[in-house]
């Protein structure tokens, strides 16, 4: 079982990615999260293997989010979830720790893939459509 939590501002951003989740037979979804810093205490609280964060967020990014997880926790697996397909944000996120990235307009095709993969030891950085 892959324990999951969900860091994302948007209440219904979070509630889809946790619907869309729990319908997979191997994931279990601890929490989810409403900012950068409630994210960090419950990663912590919580021990998952993989968090999604979103990497704008109010109070602290989610790039900052995942460098204070990394540096408390790195067995601790990171995946940004952003709109940002600019390879700047990609490189930020990953120079933060993050194992994986994945475009928010294509998390349903692509959240699993990266899941798997970022659990599994592998890096899953998204390709944009063209």
């Not at 948007?10 to 601890?30: D, G, Y």
């Not at 697996?77 to 600019?86: M, Q, W």
């Amino acid at each position: 079982m892959i324990k999951i939590i969900i860091a994302d501002d948007h209440p219904a951003v979070r509630s889809a990615w946790s619907m869309f989740l729990k319908s997979q037979e191997n994931i279990q979804i601890l929490a989810e999260c409403k900012n950068g810093r409630d994210a960090v205490k419950k990663t912590v609280e919580l021990s998952p293997d993989i968090v999604l964060m979103d990497i704008n967020m109010t109070d602290i990014s989610g790039i900052e989010a995942t460098k204070m997880i990394v540096n408390q926790i790195p067995e601790i697996k990171v995946i940004g979830v952003s709109f940002h397909t600019d390879p700047v944000y990609i490189e930020r996120m990953i120079g933060a720790g993050a194992r994986g990235y994945v475009f928010k307009h294509s998390v349903a095709e692509q959240l699993i893939q990266a899941i798997n993969q970022v659990y599994n030891g592998k890096i899953f950085i998204a390709k944009e459509k063209v």
